[in-house]
């Protein structure tokens, strides 16, 4: 077959010498084929022809060792041997014709290959090449970075036609197929062609040369796979089925493409693209299409496109796009519906860049978007991407408050993280529920600012920052200058710090908030300082009100429903339903359910409040409760009674008491105890009062008490909110003597005797003091005695003081008085020469006065013997003087007894009585023999009494000052 023009020569590249045919099997003409090829080189291809020996003949053909081509470029081919089947004809002309060559592991530079083609021209006539077959096999093409490895490219020359077949990968993608080429004289043609190109195929057909005209279409090419001819675009950057139709004019070596393009089902680095379509061109390595309009994750795009293929080198991208009604449900992998939510109105964009670095610029405008869980209004964002990260600014509306964010998505493509920064300034608490999700928020208002810190994965980010505010509500508590730092990641929320004023109080917070799908979680440790303690006993739902200020610390633990909490709290002053403590310290623990008094303790009055118990808080609140008292001072305590303050009270009282508040009502039950008490001088030993509170209600019963030798026992009652109160008491064995003494001091004598009685009494502790009671005492035998006076006057009688036998008084109490009635009775011994009863009736007080009448049966010869002889000793000595004069010489008086019935009035006051009023009965009838009786006279008429004679009067001084002492 023979072939002219030196394209055909070209794809020879070699031409042999000629052999002999008389030397078979010896090596011959082997320098003239080297020769010419050697020449053919260096004509087509300007390149330099090197070979390591040739061996061969006509009849065999012909090997060669290593060959290589090449320019001042470098080197175009390496190939480890070529062989060669000449003409025999040809060796007559000494102008070998190479019938066929195949070249066996060869290395091609295809970029120095490509350009001395590209400059060849196609010319007619002057040359024939007798060639049937051509192959190159297990050899290498490298373009740039890109690398084709043929397994076989042969040519096979009929008449004006040429078949090619082929096998090769080029960057892995694989392509396989036949071409048929018409040469005729200065004429290529395209009869046809059909490849596989990886999973897709290109048919194509036209005339080549002189000039360009050829039509065809690329069907099913994937992008994934076509991508990877210009590396170093990494697998999977484009995605889809791309289909173009084209033609190609003007010339082979610089051709001008156009068509139409399209592509289903693709992505560009990681954005899915539903659909494109468009119309393409392509001239001096400048590929263009424009408009393009496409659909881009189910929303519609329009644009423009454009590639640069630089010989060798990756293709450059540049393109622009806008669209509108983009749906961000659509882009699950970008924007998580956890970041972002809603409709996106208008996007543009710009781009640029090789498949490996591509950057660019997206604009996004939404009137309406939902940014992690908030709702977002006229958001604006500008994105400035590359193929690592996609830079964000840009600011929205956010439940009623401005934002404003920017930062980073590193990996935006394949496994986005985030690193952005948002202002937040006046968010409505109430609108901005979902970011308080894992937090007890009901009933909390208020605005806060917010500066955070977003990083991580979209899906599950850590976000912290800061948050603060001048006030916030929560239920009914007002917070002011709140503020907490905080991060939160995977469901958990870490407080690292957090302050606020409550009620004058400064409080902080450290802890943590877990989320999980057992539900929210607390661990929080918060610490007060001037806490109002009747604010906090409302919150924990105490059942007894509480006051003052208090510090401690608050640990919170479980679920957020129901955490259990512990709280220690200490106050130098607080007060429990009213009462005054001070260094109080208390310890809580349990749940809003239910918790624990774990300890109370507190100085009280000089001594200690102590307890523990339980409490269950709700609408009908429910606590049980163990006081104990220790060594509580009366006197403070009693002083607390505004009415009850000049009361002289002493003594320290211990007691323990169980209880139980429930549903607004109160009752406990215990006893008070106290080694010693006093008051108005009295003293009282071993006080044991059995005490039950119900309701308002305090109660004793069957307390006791040593008294002075004797016993003293009762009940009472009183109203712990209107102060009324009742007593019923009585008492035995009481030793008079010491009572008297201890409640009026040195007497200088004693009065003898135990009492016994009782007291029934009521009254009112505030707001003024009062009382009202009724009594009887009774005293045993006994006397009067070591009074000078008295037993002076005594021994007139002959006695030792005055005795009796028993002593009632039935008496009344009235607030400050002492009122004795009637029935006050005193009976001497049986034939007492001094008298033989003594009555009174009258009051006692206020404040020691007294009021008394009294009445009696006395022997009066001592009157009789100061009519003797006592006027004359008075009248010129003491009263003690006189006496003693009674005793040495006046005897006579008193020889004869003469009781009668006398009256008197006591006045004055307990320190310092005095005796009023003075009168005697006259001396009864001596008795005389029975006679008969004369008749009676008339009587008299009524005589002016007659005035008192200084001796009688001297007689009433006398007794009264006998009486007074």
């Known amino acids: 077959m023979k ?73 175009i081919l390496s190939a480890a041997s070529l062989r060669l089947k000449i003409s025999p004809k040809s060796l007559l002309s000494l102008k070998p014709a190479v019938n066929a060559f195949s070249i066996v592991s060869a290395d091609i530079d295809g970029d120095i290959l490509a350009e001395r083609l590209s400059s060849l021209a196609p010319v007619s006539g002057g040359r024939s090449v007798t060639l049937q077959r051509a192959e190159i096999s297990g050899s290498r093409i490298t373009f740039g970075k890109s690398r084709a490895d043929i397994s076989l490219i042969g040519l096979s020359f009929a008449e004006n036609t040429v078949s090619a077949d082929m096998g090769l990968t080029v960057n892995s993608v694989p392509f396989s197929g036949t071409a048929a080429i018409d040469l005729t004289e200065g004429e290529i043609a395209l009869r046809s062609l059909f490849l596989r190109a990886g999973s897709g195929e290109i048919a194509a057909l036209g005339t080549i040369t002189p000039f360009l005209s050829v039509a065809g279409l690329a069907s099913g090419l994937d992008l994934s796979e076509i991508s990877l001819l210009w590396p170093p675009s990494p697998r ?269 109080a400064s409080l902080t917070a450290a802890g943590k908030i877990s989320r999980s799908t057992k539900g929210t979680a607390l661990d929080l440790n918060i610490t007060a300082s001037g806490a109002d303690l009747a604010a906090l006993s409302g919150a924990l739902g105490l059942p007894f009100p509480l006051g003052g200020k208090a510090g401690g610390t608050v640990s919170l633990k479980g679920a957020a429903s129901a955490p259990a909490f512990t709280v220690k709290a200490t106050s130098p002053s607080a007060s429990l339903h009213g009462i005054t403590v001070t260094q109080a310290e208390i310890q809580l623990s349990g749940t809003a359910k239910a918790f624990r008094i774990d300890r109370f303790t507190a100085g009280f009055k000089g001594g200690t409040l102590s307890g523990s118990g339980t409490v269950k808080p709700g609408k009908t609140p429910d606590a049980a409760l163990d006081i104990s008292v220790k060594n509580i001072d009366l006197r403070s305590l009693i002083g607390d009674v505004s009415a009850a303050g000049g009361l002289s009270v002493s003594g320290k009282v211990n007691g323990t008491f169980k209880g139980r508040v429930s549903g607004g009502k109160t009752s406990f039950a215990g006893t008070a105890t106290s080694a010693a008490i006093s008051t108005g001088g009295l003293r009282a030993t071993h006080l044991s009062i059995p005490l039950s509170l119900e309701g308002d209600v305090l109660r004793g019963k069957d307390a006791s008490l040593a008294f002075y030798g004797g016993k003293l026992t009762g009940s009472g009652t009183m109203n712990i909110k209107t102060m009324k109160y009742t007593v019923n008491a009585s008492f035995s064995g009481v030793d008079v003597n010491s009572a008297v003494h201890a409640f009026a001091g040195d007497l200088g004598g004693k009065v003898t005797g135990q009492a016994r009685g009782s007291l029934q009494a009521s009254g009112a502790l505030s707001p003024a003091f009062n009382v009202t009671g009724k009594g009887r005492a009774s005293v045993s035998a006994g006397g009067v005695s070591g009074f000078r006076n008295v037993d002076i006057a005594a021994r007139l009688y002959g006695t030792q003081g005055i005795r009796y036998t028993g002593a009632v008084i039935p008496f009344r109490l009235e607030t400050g008085r002492l009122v004795l009635e009637k029935g006050t009775r005193a009976d001497a011994p049986k034939d007492d020469p001094m008298y033989r009863f003594l009555t009174a009736e009258g009051t006692v007080g206020p404040r020691g006065a007294l009021n008394l009448s009294c009445a009696g049966n006395v022997n009066m010869k001592l009157f ?32 004869e007894e003469d009781f009668r019935d006398t009256t008197f009035s006591v006045r004055g006051t307990v320190g310092n009585p005095s005796i009023a009023n003075l009168k005697t009965a006259p001396p009864p009838p001596k008795q005389q023999a029975p006679a008969q009786a004369p008749a009676q006279p008339p009587s008299p008429p009524p005589q002016t009494p007659k005035p008192k004679t200084p001796e009688e009067i001297l007689k009433e001084k006398l007794l009264e000052s006998i009486f007074k002492k």
């Not at 991407?385 to 964010?405: H, R, V």
């Not at 002889?869 to 009674?886: P, W």
């Open 864 to 895: 009789n013997a100061l009519r003797g002889g006592a006027a004359g000793v008075l009248s010129g000595g003491s009263l003690e003087d006189a006496l003693k004069g009674i005793l040495g010489g006046f005897s006579k008086g008193m020889a």
């Open 3 to 75: 072939h002219t023009g030196r394209n055909a020569a070209a794809l020879s590249l070699l031409l042999t010498a000629w052999c002999f045919l008389t030397v078979a099997g010896a090596d011959f003409a082997g320098d003239i084929l080297l020769r010419e090829a050697r020449n053919a080189a260096m004509e087509f291809l300007g390149a330099e022809l090197s070979v390591d020996g040739i061996t061969g003949n006509p009849i065999q053909g012909f090997s060669t060792g290593r060959i290589t081509l090449s320019t001042e470029q470098g080197a």
């Open 236 to 504: 999977g950057t484009f995605t889809g089925k791309l289909t173009m139709s084209f033609t190609g004019e003007g010339k082979w070596n610089s051709p001008v493409l156009a068509g139409d393009v399209s592509l289903e089902d693709g992505s560009i680095r990681g954005i899915p693209v539903d659909r494109a379509k468009g119309r393409w061109s392509f001239s001096e390595n400048s590929f263009s299409a424009s408009p393009v309009e496409g659909t881009v994750l189910s929303s519609p795009v329009r644009g423009t496109l454009s590639l640069i293929f630089p010989p060798g080198k990756a293709p450059s991208l540049e393109a622009s796009f806008s669209g509108k009604t983009f749906r961000t449900e659509n882009a699950k992998s970008l924007l998580p519906a956890s970041v972002v939510k809603g409709m996106i109105d208008t996007f543009s964009g710009r781009v640029s860049g090789t498949a490996d670095s591509l950057s660019g610029m997206v604009n996004i405008g939404a009137r309406s978007l939902t940014l992690f869980g908030l709702s977002a209004s006229n958001t604006e964002l500008q994105a400035d991407f590359t193929p690592a990260s996609l830079k964000l600014k840009g600011k929205t509306g956010l439940q009623g408050a401005t934002a404003d964010f920017s930062g980073i998505v590193e990996n935006y493509a394949a496994s986005p993280r985030l690193n952005i920064t948002a202002a937040i300034r006046s968010i409505s608490l109430q609108k901005a529920g979902s970011l308080l999700k894992d937090l007890p928020a009901a009933g909390l208002s208020g605005s806060v600012n917010a500066d955070l810190a977003i990083k991580g994965a979209p899906a599950a980010p850590e976000i912290s920052g800061r948050v603060w505010s001048s006030g916030i509500t929560a239920g009914n508590e007002a917070f002011t200058s709140p503020s907490a730092s905080f991060s939160y990641r995977g469901g958990q929320t870490v407080v690292s710090s957090a302050a606020a004023q409550w009620r004058g």
